[in-house]
């Protein structure tokens, strides 16, 4: 396969004709363009590991031709190494646990064969955190041991902070906190002596977080302290900020004014960076301290910021759990309805994502304020329908209700078989007997059957309603925005004047006008520098721009104006037989996966149910 074969003319046009339809041309025509094996061996990798990271199935294509080469060429028996590596990561980033593990063990057995003591060590490391992952704590453990003896002969100090760090989240697992501290206040030493402020932070927090699962709560503080001093030192923001929240945690089942404390400070060393998700984390915790506290508009405020950022990062659960928070200044401020109704959205947001333990956890607690203001009708049927979700996720309740009825249908087999031998029952009887149980079964199964039907046509009904509720919730922003539009019969220079004279808002106003008049985002291919360039400012200017209106990316932007443009061609009547993505591209998006993913970004639901929404709302 090392050169082109004579042929006809037609033929070779056939050849290329292949070579642009399937991947393995290609690597034909490298092979061609270089007769060195190793070369070609080595381009393959590189291949594969390229694809390994955008995590691709041509990866496993390009490992295998790897594989095919060096054993072609006589190659070295640690070809497998890579091979193995490779198909072992990917694998296990895709989480097919059985094929990962065994890619990983015949790796290990490939890098035994070296005898390389710190090749050996290396990918013991990588090894032990990859089945600590799918749950072998015990293989993990033997290669992580293995590790620190290598990493701690060879003077290898930070590796061998690795390998005991591993070793103490594994003894963590089993319940062996003692033994973790132990581990990780080693790793921590050895860390200090090479003055690493970033790991030796990550390894304080983890013996913090330790002592705090074993209710030590005065070393648990002291720690996470170190954690943040260090991250300090390294102007790890996130990681200082998200130290301190720890800390708060610690204290607000003792001191409710010091987690306060540490909460705010936490939120002054987070403005030295943009970190909405820790940001966001800090905020609800103090929301419910000001809860506990009964500092209701404070809580509420915290609460209502938590919301929005939730929905500008795209963080669902975040929104959820505010609603929630927001039904319990409602139910404390004795307005029963809105805190009912807060805490409904937060269980219509869960069923959304799917999420039967954030469910649950809604539902339970809207029984309970249902409960607490004697609202016992609507009680009845929250309890009935947490019972039937209980059941759907085969709950404890469930089980137990099982082995009732295995245990009663065992016994009425027993007293028949008793029966039978006292009073010489005949066959027939006995036939008889066992129909009636066979019926009972049948019955059962059939009333089974009856309430996970129920519960799926429930499930659907509550699904379809939160999608409903997003839907019209969105139309009546975006009619809202359409209305209020005193600036449209006004020349650009009047807009301009109109708006504080603050040059990021003057130049935001101007980049709204230059989108609303000469529509650039019907370009597919629109970079934030063109439109940099046409508005005469840099990059870096049209960012900033953006973050302090808005706090949103180039991307978001535009992708707020093709989903507009989307909408509105949904509700014209000549776009009514046009496919979908034909209106996507027609809006300037440039692939169905960008499209797909702005539009629930910005409305919430998939563009197919919202059209049909639309179209619901124009047959009603």
């Keep these: 396969m090392s ?44 291949k594969a590991s390229a694809f390994l990271d955008t995590n691709n199935d041509s990866c496993l294509f390009y490992a295998d031709s790897a594989l095919k080469t060096a054993l072609r060429a006589n190659f070295a028996d640690t070809i497998f190494i890579p091979y193995y590596y490779t198909r072992g990561w990917y694998f296990t980033t895709n989480r097919q646990s059985n094929l990962a593990k065994e890619n990983w063990e015949k790796l290990i057995t490939e890098v035994e064969k070296t005898a390389d003591s710190l090749l050996i060590a290396k990918y ?28 701690n002969k060879s003077g290898d100090l930070y590796r061998t902070s690795k390998a005991l760090v591993g070793l103490a989240i594994i003894s963590s697992d089993k319940g062996d906190f003692e033994g973790s501290q132990k581990y990780l206040i080693d790793a921590s030493a050895l860390l200090d002596k090479l003055d690493q402020p970033k790991q030796t932070s990550r390894v304080y927090l983890n013996i913090g977080n330790n002592f705090e699962t074993i209710g030590s709560t005065e070393d648990a503080i002291k720690y996470t302290l170190k954690a943040y001093n260090a991250a300090m030192i390294n102007e790890n923001w996130d990681y200082a900020a998200n130290a ?11 001191d409710l004014d010091s987690a306060l404390f540490y909460y705010k400070k936490a939120l002054l060393v987070l403005k030295n960076g943009d970190y909405p998700t820790t940001e966001n984390i800090i905020n609800y915790n103090m929301a419910n301290i ?44 004795g307005n029963i309805r809105l805190a009912n109704h807060y805490i409904q959205i937060s269980i219509a947001i869960a069923d959304s994502l799917k999420s039967n333990e954030l469910k649950m956890a809604f539902m339970e607690e809207r029984l309970r304020i249902l409960q607490d203001n004697d609202r016992f009708k609507e009680a009845a049927q929250v309890s009935l329908d947490l019972q039937t979700l209980n059941d759907s996720i085969f709950s404890y309740e469930k089980k137990i209700a099982i082995h009732d009825m295995e245990r009663k249908y065992q016994a009425e087999k027993k007293q028949i078989e008793i029966e039978h031998l006292k009073d010489l029952m005949t066959v027939k009887q006995k036939q008889s007997r066992l129909q009636l149980i066979l019926g009972l079964i049948i019955l059962i199964g059939l009333l089974v059957f009856g309430i996970f039907s129920f519960i799926n046509y429930r499930l659907a009904g509550q699904k379809n309603k939160s999608y409903r509720l997003l839907i019209s919730n969105f139309e009546e922003e975006r009619l809202a925005r359409k209305s209020i539009s005193p600036n449209q019969t006004l020349k650009p220079e009047e807009v301009i004047a109109e708006v504080d004279h603050n040059e990021s808002a003057i130049l935001f106003e101007k980049l709204k006008l230059y989108f609303g008049a000469e529509k650039p985002w019907l370009d597919s291919g629109l970079k934030a520098e063109q439109v940099a360039e046409r508005l005469s400012i840099t990059y870096k200017i049209l960012y900033t721009t953006l973050k302090e209106n808005g706090n949103q990316t180039f991307n978001d932007f535009v992708n707020k104006y093709r989903v507009e443009a989307v909408i509105a061609m949904f509700h014209d009547p000549e776009y009514l037989v046009i496919k979908t993505e034909v209106i ?37």
Excluded at 124 to 133: C, G, K, M, N
Excluded at 136 to 150: C, F, H, Q, S, V
Excluded at 590 to 613: D, I
Aim: net charge positive; with cysteine.
């Design 244 to 254: 301190l929240c720890n800390v708060g945690i610690s204290y607000k089942t003792v």
């Design 584 to 620: 996507s591209r027609k809006a300037g998006f440039g692939s169905r996966q960008a499209f797909y993913s702005a539009f629930e970004k910005v409305t919430g639901v998939k563009p197919g149910y919202y059209r049909k929404y639309l179209k619901d709302q124009v047959k009603g």
């Design 124 to 151: 013991s490391l990588e090894y032990a955190d990859v089945f600590r992952s799918f749950h072998e704590l015990d293989k993990a453990e033997k290669r992580y041991a293995l590790a620190r003896r290598i990493y």
């Design 290 to 333: 000001y809860a506990r506290n009964n500092d209701l508009e404070k809580a509420a405020a915290f609460y209502d910021s938590v919301m929005v950022k939730s929905k500008v990062i795209g963080l669902p659960e975040g929104v959820a759990m505010a609603y929630s928070g927001r039904a319990g200044i409602a139910e404390k401020k």
């Design 3 to 46: 050169r082109f074969p004579k042929a006809r003319y037609s033929f070779i046009i056939f050849f290329f004709g292949i070579a642009w339809l399937f991947p393995s041309c290609d690597l034909y025509k490298e092979h061609i363009a270089n007769d060195d094996e190793a070369v070609f061996y080595n381009t393959l990798r590189q």
